[in-house]
């Protein structure tokens, strides 16, 4: 097992599975997209302050085919045309420096913005290393992006809490004082909005699979999963109504079981379109780059 797979698998169960189902061609560029971008995260999230602030400047003025594949000597395998655009990058890396100084985010369209920078952008990035050229198709990457981030919130608010982050928005929750969040109110009303993120996230989940299924045969089979598992991460939190603090839910291997199995029941027969996309879904990142504004 190559190391971006590695990597995959320790920090992206549900998608490394989802990968077991697309071609063997592909899954060396979607690896190294994720070492990459996984790699960058890490900067931020295990190093101090000041040493990922360094980092984060030096890529940002380095941002170049051959500059990044000497530093991150994974996307050797990318050919040049199929490189992630430095626009992507750059977005990438404006979503880590956010993490980097953190501030509770004002509305849900700012979360929106993040969910973007973090993740949206991956989307595009795997398009361009897939070489995935319609513009209409790349939309509906985005949207799962920004569903599966959600998702991650949703997931994960205890253990952004311990690294001071409260990603739900000030407008939702009120402004959170991490010293005080053993409030017994503050933390129903947290449990309640996390589902509000979920609610959200599943209108990006709809219009990112109306897409998957025109996608090439190669491709879409795993990216149609590894939207299902996802929203099964959803569905769960939202069944078990656990609070934050009771620990992450995640998916056993009998519920990923089961859910591979449902959704290739019910794939259908592969179509030839796509539906225009809601324009509406790209409205709070409307001056981000290659949405659908």
């Given at each position: 097992?190559?190391?971006?797979?590695?990597?995959?698998?320790?920090?992206?169960?549900?998608?490394?599975?989802?990968?077991?189902?697309?071609?063997?061609?592909?899954?060396?560029?979607?690896?190294?997209?994720y070492?990459?971008?996984?790699?960058i995260?890490?900067?931020?999230?295990?190093?101090?302050?000041?040493?990922?602030?360094?980092d984060?400047?030096?890529?940002?003025?380095?941002?170049?085919?051959?500059?990044?594949?000497?530093?991150?000597p994974?996307?050797?395998?990318i050919?040049?045309?199929?490189?992630?655009?430095?626009?992507?990058?750059?977005e990438?890396?404006?979503?880590?420096?956010?993490?980097?100084?953190?501030?509770?985010?004002?509305?849900?369209?700012?979360?929106?913005?993040?969910?973007?920078?973090?993740?949206?952008?991956?989307?595009?990035?795997?398009?361009?290393?897939?070489?995935?050229?319609?513009?209409k198709?790349?939309?509906?990457a985005?949207?799962?992006?920004?569903a599966?981030q959600l998702?991650?919130?949703a997931?994960?608010?205890?253990?952004?809490?311990?690294?001071?982050?409260?990603?739900?928005?000030?407008?939702?929750?009120?402004?959170?004082?991490?010293?005080?969040?053993?409030?017994?109110?503050?933390?129903?009303?947290?449990?309640?909005?996390?589902?509000?993120?979920l609610?959200?996230?599943?209108?990006?989940?709809?219009s990112?699979?109306?897409?998957?299924?025109?996608l090439?045969?190669?491709?879409?089979?795993?990216?149609?999963?590894?939207?299902?598992?996802?929203?099964?991460?959803?569905?769960?939190?939202?069944?078990k109504?656990?609070?934050?603090?009771?620990?992450?839910?995640?998916?056993?291997?009998?519920?990923?079981?089961?859910?591979?199995?449902?959704?290739?029941?019910k794939?259908?027969?592969?179509?030839?379109?796509v539906?225009?996309?809601?324009?509406?879904?790209?409205?709070?990142?409307?001056?981000?780059?290659?949405v659908?504004a």
């Open positions: 097992m190559d190391n971006g797979s590695q990597i995959m698998k320790l920090n992206g169960k549900s998608f490394y599975w989802a990968t077991k189902f697309m071609d063997k061609k592909v899954l060396d560029s979607i690896y190294a997209i070492e990459l971008c996984r790699k995260d890490d900067m931020v999230d295990e190093q101090d302050a000041r040493k990922a602030k360094q984060l400047e030096f890529l940002k003025k380095n941002i170049s085919i051959g500059k990044l594949k000497k530093q991150f994974v996307l050797n395998i050919n040049d045309n199929q490189f992630p655009q430095e626009k992507y990058i750059n990438f890396i404006k979503g880590q420096e956010s993490d980097l100084e953190f501030k509770q985010p004002k509305s849900i369209n700012e979360l929106l913005k993040y969910c973007y920078r973090v993740a949206g952008v991956v989307g595009l990035m795997l398009c361009d290393a897939l070489e995935i050229k319609d513009k198709l790349r939309y509906y985005i949207d799962l992006g920004i599966m998702t991650n919130i997931r994960d608010i205890d253990e952004d809490l311990s690294k001071g982050r409260v990603y739900i928005p000030v407008n939702m929750v009120g402004k959170i004082d991490i010293e005080k969040i053993i409030d017994n109110e503050k933390e129903m009303k947290i449990n309640n909005k996390k589902l509000e993120l609610n959200i996230a599943s209108k990006y989940f709809k990112a699979n109306k897409a998957i299924e025109v090439p045969s190669n491709i879409s089979k795993g990216f149609g999963l590894a939207s299902q598992l996802y929203e099964g991460i959803g569905k769960k939190i939202i069944k109504s656990k609070s934050y603090k009771e620990g992450r839910i995640y998916l056993n291997i009998y519920e990923k079981l089961e859910i591979t199995i449902k959704y290739f029941m794939i259908q027969t592969k179509k030839k379109y539906i225009p996309h809601n324009k509406i879904l790209h409205f709070p990142i409307k001056t981000s780059p290659d659908n």
